[in-house]
């Protein structure tokens, strides 16, 4: 299926593809070969970058290098870009001016047994007055935020329950919040989220 969602602005670009492919579809559309060793892992890994292949023809992949933390850059800075997958689903996202952080998460209960790991208790009394249904949705919605930052911020070392706060959110389809983070205290950082099915999608471009 070709990109189910896609935004392009004037600092940066993204996409969302629904995969309903099989493994070999994506290994013929790209020289990359995904690093995972379970098939629908694979499909995830390829499908996204396949993704950043349609945002940015002839995308080079073979000069991605890995951080000291874990993340996938480009050494030149050429471009910024950043990836997310799950069951069903891949995201890209690319900017030529900024970093990015982009993140997507399919909205289930399993979120609540980890919420307390995540969220500081500012947050978690924000959830406490929500029904179950609300309460799901809005603590994958702050899972997705934080990590969308963690990505941007890109250098490792946070405490998501400590370091990174939302100010209180009444969820639309699509919208933006201020994220407060603790190493940088004088900056907001404004975050934007769609809502697409059951899945959650929030990116950060700054």
């Known amino acids: 299926m070709p990109l189910v969602k896609k935004q392009e602005v004037e600092n940066f670009r993204w996409g969302l593809w629904k995969i309903e492919e099989e493994k070999d579809f994506f290994e013929q559309q790209l020289l990359y070969r995904a690093t995972a060793t379970h098939d629908e892992k694979?499909?995830?890994?390829?499908a996204a970058r396949l993704v950043l292949?349609?945002?940015?023809?002839?995308?080079?992949?073979?000069?991605?290098e890995i951080n000291e933390s874990g993340k996938p850059i480009l050494q030149d800075g050429s471009l910024h870009?950043?990836?997310?997958?799950?069951?069903g689903y891949a995201a890209a996202m690319v900017s030529n001016k900024m970093k990015v952080g982009m993140d997507i998460e399919l909205i289930h209960e399993r979120v609540l047994k980890v919420e307390k790991k995540f969220l500081s208790e500012?947050?978690?009394?924000?959830?406490n007055s929500m029904n179950q249904h609300l309460r799901i949705s809005n603590a994958t919605l702050y899972?997705?935020?934080?990590?969308?930052f963690y990505k941007w911020w890109g250098k490792g070392g946070l405490d998501f329950s400590?370091?990174?706060s939302i100010e209180h959110i009444q969820p639309y389809q699509s919208g933006r919040v201020l994220m407060r983070f603790?190493?940088?205290?004088?900056?907001?950082?404004?975050?934007?989220?769609?809502?697409?099915?059951?899945?959650?999608?929030?990116?950060i471009c700054k």
């Open 81 to 87: 870009f950043s990836l997310s997958h799950c069951s």
């Open 42 to 46: 694979i499909k995830q890994q390829l």
């Open 53 to 64: 292949e349609k945002l940015e023809n002839n995308f080079p992949f073979q000069q991605i």
């Open 143 to 148: 899972w997705s935020l934080k990590e969308s």
């Open 122 to 127: 500012d947050e978690l009394a924000q959830l």
């Open 162 to 164: 400590k370091d990174m």
């Open 182 to 203: 603790s190493k940088m205290p004088d900056e907001e950082f404004e975050m934007h989220y769609h809502q697409h099915d059951n899945l959650w999608i929030t990116w």
